[in-house]
């Protein structure tokens, strides 16, 4: 095999059919496989990817429900894989025509890749308006260090196994970790603007929230673990606790939060904010 596709799945029976079925019709010359993980579903996952055996004959479902959660079921993968290159999508995304290809060529000449997103596709208008955008990325800048979305990545498994795979306490947002423990080993992110997954945002308000919730628990988290290779205090402030809310009250008592867009935004920051500092006291992490 030249190159391992690794899915981590949990209940995605509503949308796993359009995964597979974008990747049975992949073209490429090498050979490469499809490793479905099913880390716990209760729904009809596995069922309907059994379906797929025949379209995809390098089709494996692997267990992976000894414990929840993408970075322990990405981890299942990566270890029974047949390949020494490694890609990562997910369950309820769908890779564009030759991903395939790009990954598997650009894995045989870097060792951390990762490709465009593009949001039109699987979603709503109004939904790419208010929570994304039409035009995708390929790697996401940062004050500190740029980091790889895990639905469209590729590594190298001796780069993996160097950074021990992803770090399991991450429940959200373990794939800015990997990216930053990689490339703290001197390994740059390699664009390919040809490998482009069509991405699933998020459905409505809540569950913006609900994600940017999470992601302030564990950008605590986050930070306390790479605090000694120099990330600027700016990320997490004590200060940002204070002045958020009252950046909030200001715009409120002077009518400028007046508009869905408005309070859309602000109750995304309030419940990032309100996310970092659990997190601070969840995970013991001072922001000074």
């Given at each position: 095999?030249?190159?391992?596709?690794?899915?981590?799945?949990?209940?995605?029976?509503?949308?796993?059919?359009?995964?597979?079925?974008?990747?049975?019709?992949?073209?490429?010359?090498?050979?490469?496989?499809?490793?479905?993980?099913?880390?716990?579903?209760?729904?009809?996952?596995?069922?309907?990817?059994?379906?797929?055996?025949?379209?995809?004959?390098?089709?494996?479902?692997?267990?992976?429900?000894?414990?929840?959660?993408?970075?322990?079921?990405?981890?299942?993968?990566?270890?029974?894989?047949?390949?020494?290159?490694?890609?990562?999508?997910?369950?309820?995304?769908?890779?564009?025509?030759?991903?395939?290809?790009?990954?598997?060529?650009?894995?045989?000449?870097?060792?951390?890749?990762?490709?465009?997103?593009?949001?039109d596709k699987l979603n709503e208008p109004w939904v790419v308006t208010n929570?994304?955008?039409?035009?995708?990325?390929?790697?996401?800048?940062?004050?500190?260090?740029?980091?790889?979305?895990?639905?469209?990545?590729?590594?190298?498994?001796?780069?993996?196994?160097?950074?021990?795979?992803?770090?399991?306490?991450?429940?959200?947002?373990?794939?800015?970790?990997?990216?930053?423990?990689?490339?703290?080993?001197?390994?740059?992110?390699?664009?390919?603007?040809?490998?482009?997954?069509?991405?699933?945002?998020?459905?409505?308000?809540?569950?913006?929230?609900?994600?940017?919730?999470?992601?302030?628990?564990?950008?605590?988290?986050?930070?306390?673990?790479?605090?000694?290779?120099?990330?600027?205090?700016?990320?997490?402030?004590?200060?940002?606790?204070?002045?958020?809310?009252?950046?909030?009250?200001?715009?409120?008592?002077?009518?400028?939060?007046?508009?869905?867009?408005?309070?859309?935004?602000?109750?995304?920051?309030?419940?990032?904010?309100?996310?970092?500092?659990?997190?601070?006291?969840?995970?013991?992490?001072?922001?000074?």
């Amino acid at each position: 095999m030249k190159l391992s596709v690794i899915i981590p799945c949990y209940n995605v029976a509503s949308t796993i059919a359009i995964q597979l079925e974008a990747l049975a019709s992949q073209k490429w010359s090498q050979p490469w496989e499809v490793i479905v993980v099913d880390n716990k579903s209760t729904d009809n996952t596995v069922a309907i990817a059994e379906l797929f055996k025949q379209k995809i004959p390098s089709l494996r479902i692997i267990d992976a429900k000894a414990k929840q959660g993408a970075a322990y079921a990405r981890n299942v993968g990566a270890s029974v894989a047949k390949a020494e290159a490694l890609a990562f999508c997910d369950a309820d995304d769908e890779v564009a025509p030759g991903w395939v290809a790009a990954m598997g060529e650009a894995l045989a000449k870097y060792d951390f890749v990762t490709g465009r997103s593009l949001h039109d596709k699987l979603n709503e208008p109004w939904v790419v308006t208010n929570y994304g955008s039409p035009d995708g990325f390929c790697i996401v800048e940062n004050p500190y260090l740029p980091f790889a979305i895990s639905c469209n990545i590729g590594v190298k498994r001796s780069v993996h196994q160097s950074v021990g795979g992803f770090d399991e306490n991450f429940v959200m947002i373990e794939d800015i970790d990997y990216s930053w423990c990689i490339q703290e080993k001197g390994i740059q992110i390699q664009q390919l603007p040809e490998a482009i997954v069509h991405y699933r945002l998020r459905k409505n308000l809540k569950m913006v929230c609900q994600r940017s919730w999470g992601v302030g628990i564990y950008e605590a988290l986050l930070y306390k673990k790479h605090k000694n290779y120099g990330i600027p205090k700016i990320l997490m402030s004590w200060k940002s606790f204070i002045k958020t809310p009252l950046e909030f009250v200001l715009e409120v008592a002077s009518f400028k939060v007046r508009d869905i867009d408005a309070i859309a935004k602000w109750m995304c920051t309030l419940a990032w904010r309100a996310g970092q500092l659990l997190g601070c006291l969840k995970f013991g992490y001072l922001p000074i």
